[in-house]
C-alpha cells in the first residue's frame, strides 16, 4: 500500500485547511487509517482515526470538535478537514494506515501503523 498526502500550507489562527490521503496498491487490505502529526522536537502524536469499513471515527482531545475526518472508499481516500486552527496545530502531519484489527488503544500508537505517507506541512500563525 502506497499513501499520497497533500493538502496543508500557511493559514492564521482560527483558519481552515483540508487534508487528503489517497491510497494505492492493496488497499483492501486496509483495516483502518490515521492521522498522525509531529512539531519540532516532539514526537509524533495521534490526531484522529477511521474504520476504512464502518466510518467509525476516533479524535485526540486536543481536536476533538475542530477537526473531522472521513474517507471516500470508492477514491480510496481519507480526508481530515481543520477548522478553528490554533497556532498549536503546526506541525507535519501524517497520513497512515494498518492492515491489522487491534484493541482500542493500539490505534493511538504509531508503532502500530502498517504504511505511512511522506507528511505534509502545516502552519498556522497567531
Known amino acids: 500500500v502506497q499513501l499520497q498526502a497533500s493538502g496543508g500550507g500557511l493559514v492564521q489562527a482560527g483558519g481552515s485547511l483540508s487534508l487528503s490521503c489517497a491510497a494505492s496498491g492493496r488497499a483492501a487490505d486496509i483495516y483502518t487509517m490515521g492521522w498522525f502529526r509531529q512539531a519540532p522536537g516532539r514526537e509524533r502524536e495521534f490526531v484522529s482515526r477511521i474504520s476504512w469499513s464502518t466510518g467509525f471515527t476516533y479524535y485526540a482531545n486536543s481536536v476533538k470538535g475542530r477537526f473531522t475526518i472521513s474517507r471516500d472508499n470508492s477514491k480510496n481516500t481519507m480526508y481530515l478537514q481543520m477548522n478553528s486552527l490554533k497556532p498549536e496545530d503546526t506541525a507535519v502531519y501524517y497520513c497512515?494506515?494498518?492492515?491489522?484489527?487491534?484493541?482500542?488503544?493500539?490505534?493511538?500508537?504509531?508503532?502500530?501503523?502498517?504504511?505511512w505517507g511522506q507528511g505534509t506541512q502545516v502552519t498556522v500563525s497567531s
Open positions: 497512515a494506515a494498518v492492515r491489522s484489527r487491534y484493541p482500542d488503544s493500539r490505534y493511538g500508537l504509531a508503532q502500530n501503523y502498517d504504511y
